[in-house]
């Protein structure tokens, strides 16, 4: 399985910077879980292939660029040839965390997410995990406020990891807010986690 957060922003040149201000994860080139960038991210040849996209929750960074992309293709949208299951999570409006599998590999996306136990429970059911992309919004310091807007700290993220009883996989931070990013990515690594990373927008990672 190959996924792609999709970048958000880009420098002079045009080239995709590493700060992430809209969701959109791009699944073998045919599927997308939220769609925040979706309509300014894809190439020519990605804008024609994805077919498919899930939305975990409808707040603006996860859906900023969906009605243009939608607007072009709505006739052609299909239902996804990837199997996925979603739970709610624990989020200001209702969201959905998932767990997405080809038959042969297997990752699970929490979406925005405070505390949760769900979520937690669908992955440990799963037979394997390669991979967990989970949101870490807010650094420590800013505890309050990620427990008001329902986000998580690296001191949380790494309690909740507690409730994970595979081992092994990859763990992909996203949805760092930008202005907060240096201080998250020592928080993160901190944690001394040695398969925990924060993922690089515009890099495709392969399970
Ligand atoms: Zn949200
Ligand atoms: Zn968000």
């Not at 040839?81 to 959905?96: D, F, G, K």
Request: with cysteine; hydrophobic share 45%; aromatic share 6%.
């Amino acid at each position: 399985m190959k996924i792609q957060l999709l970048p958000s922003s880009f420098d002079s040149q045009g080239c995709a910077t590493s700060e992430q201000r809209l969701t959109c994860f791009l699944i073998d080139d045919n599927v997308t879980i939220d769609a925040g960038s979706i309509a300014i991210a894809l190439t020519d040849a990605q804008r024609r292939s994805v077919r498919s996209i899930i939305v975990t929750h409808p707040h603006m960074d996860h859906i900023a660029s969906l009605p243009i992309f939608v607007d072009d293709l709505f006739a052609e949208l299909e239902e996804p040839h990837l199997r996925m299951t979603a739970v709610p999570v624990n989020h200001i409006v209702p969201t959905v965390g998932l767990l997405v599998s080809d038959g042969k590999t297997t990752v699970g996306f929490s979406s925005d997410t405070a505390e949760t136990d769900e979520f937690w429970t669908m992955l440990n059911r799963a037979p394997h995990l390669d991979a967990l992309l989970i949101e870490t919004s807010f650094p420590n310091s800013m505890h309050k406020l990620a427990e008001a807007a329902k986000h998580l700290t690296p001191a949380m993220l790494a309690k909740e990891l507690g409730k994970l009883n595979h081992n092994g996989m990859d763990i992909l931070a996203v949805h760092l807010k930008p202005a907060y990013r240096d201080a998250l990515i020592s928080e993160l690594a901190g944690l001394k986690i040695p398969s925990l990373k924060v993922m690089e927008p515009g890099r495709t990672y392969e399970w």
